[in-house]
């Protein structure tokens, strides 16, 4: 029996992703339908309101995420989904308003209705957080995990890798981990399902990932430059000859000029719409310790200029330039909570409003790391081909203490997908941090430092 559900498990969840999302469009429906009746007959209303949750609802889980339980864990389907949600009623609402000021319906906005559109968000999420347990308590009921193989170049490199992996064991369960040059290596492949590589030399992890796809055999492995340039490659046939085209990428003069009206209209109306917290931030941070409100300092950019960068002040004065650990004395009282949820960030909208960053792009990093990254991995200059941002990719996917090459493919992987699309995409799916503000600012452990240390000696 659970071999067959197996077989149909995309099924399975393609069934409960139609009738998830079909249950949230009728809760909308149902319960502004109260004061909105015609919503639940044939009309111009029902049509436009249908089209506009649809619409909205596709366009949102686009940029926030799907419902793909089984690949993602339970906490980060629900909140992409909440925000997905969230914002696909208020325009499908706007619309519905939009639709029923006229003579025949509403001439005012009625704030009966405000109501009525809480209870559906509350019943909406209510229907996510079901479906997403339920959804991955039926999945992993006859999916089991995939058996794993750990191919690497030292077993002592696998501090990373073991960590990500860990944090999805009803995905993943190591069987074995074993050196690229074991002889017996093609024997232990054909006893798992799915073969890790880590950072195992190119022309043999050809040869692994070549015989994977002829065993059919499940591969990962961390991208190298060449995998980021490949990308956006094309075929191309000349004559009759197959190529690879791998083009330069660059910004064009109007994207440049798009990028940049939208950093200053998007910075501005942000530092207007922030400007309490501003006030209550620089309050705060002076009666904790009387120091100064803002912390200034030297920061790269694109072309490798050097600029002055402003954040709050989370740090007694004066500290000492190094990684900040777990349970690190040096952060403030207010600063650990500035930190957390990424508002010692904020004063950077006047660097962006400036023109030193942009809205979209690589962390700007530290002029001594700049040096010392570009050391161990002279590609790290790459990510001065742009600007730096105040988010980003690698801001978003990583953490405080990603690793400097995990983070530098993050941001080549931005500049070489580059869209204004993207960035539109990157700004909606900053709100996602402040969900998960623990992990994103998750500070590096003694290990973790001692880790980073090496990549840079």
């Known amino acids: 029996m659970k071999s067959k559900l197996y077989k149909c498990r995309k099924s399975i969840v393609l069934a409960m992703k139609l009738l998830l999302y079909a249950l949230l469009m009728g809760i909308f429906f149902l319960i502004l339908s109260i004061h909105n009746p015609q919503m639940l007959v044939p009309s111009r209303t029902a049509a ?67 109501l009525l559109l809480l209870v559906v968000f509350f019943l909406q999420v209510f229907c996510i957080i079901i479906f997403t347990y339920g959804g991955h308590a039926l999945y992993f009921s006859f999916v089991k995990p995939e058996r794993c193989l750990i191919i690497t170049d030292s077993k002592d490199s696998l501090h990373d890798l073991k960590r ?45 990932v070549e015989y994977c796809y002829q065993k059919m055999k499940n591969v990962y492995y961390n991208p190298e430059i060449v995998d980021v340039v490949n990308i956006n490659s094309r075929h191309v046939i000349l004559d009759d ?33 922030t400007s309490p917290i501003l006030i209550l931030c620089a309050l705060a941070i002076k009666i904790c310790d009387g120091g100064k409100v803002l912390f200034c300092q030297g920061r790269v950019t694109i072309d490798g200029e050097v600029f002055t960068i402003y954040k709050f002040r989370t740090m007694v004065e004066d500290a000492d330039k190094h990684l900040v650990t777990d349970h690190d004395d040096r952060i403030t009282p207010v600063g650990k909570f500035l930190r957390k949820y990424r508002l010692d960030e904020l004063p950077q909208l006047f660097n962006i409003l400036k023109g030193d960053m942009s ?30 941002g105040l988010t980003g990719f690698a801001q978003i996917m990583g953490k405080y203490n990603t690793t400097s090459k995990d983070k530098l493919i993050l941001d080549l992987m931005y500049i070489e997908n580059f ?29 973790d430092e001692r880790h980073q240390h090496e990549e840079n000696v």
Do not use: C
Not at 172 to 177: S, T
Not at 252 to 273: C, H, M, N, P, T
Not at 361 to 386: I, N, W
């Open 359 to 388: 809205l979209v792009g690589p962390r700007p990093e530290m002029t001594e790391y700049v040096y010392a990254y570009s050391e161990s991995l002279p590609e790290f200059q790459y990510r001065h081909r742009v600007k730096a």
């Open 164 to 208: 990500g992996i860990n944090k999805y064991k009803k995905q993943y369960q190591v069987e074995q981990v074993i050196l690229y040059n074991d002889p017996l290596i093609w024997e232990k492949i054909l006893e798992v399902d799915t073969v890790f590589l880590n950072n195992v030399p190119g022309s043999r992890r050809t040869e692994v």
């Open 419 to 447: 869209s204004l699309w993207n960035d539109i995409k990157i700004i909606f799916q900053t709100i996602l941090v402040l969900f998960k503000a623990s992990d994103s600012t998750e500070a590096f452990s003694e290990e």
């Open 48 to 114: 436009v309101t249908a089209v506009s949750f649809v619409v909205g609802g596709l366009l949102l889980t686009n940029i926030y995420g799907r419902y793909d339980i089984g690949q993602r864990k339970s906490k980060p389907i629900i909140y992409s989904m909440t925000l997905s949600v969230l914002f696909t009623d208020l325009f499908t609402f706007i619309m519905l308003v939009i639709m029923n000021t006229n003579d025949a319906n509403n001439k005012e906005f009625l704030e009966e209705d405000l």
């Open 241 to 273: 000859v197959s190529m690879i085209a791998a083009e330069v990428r660059e910004l064009s003069v109007e994207q440049k000029l798009v990028k940049r009206s939208l950093d200053f209209v998007v910075a501005l109306i942000g530092l207007i719409i």
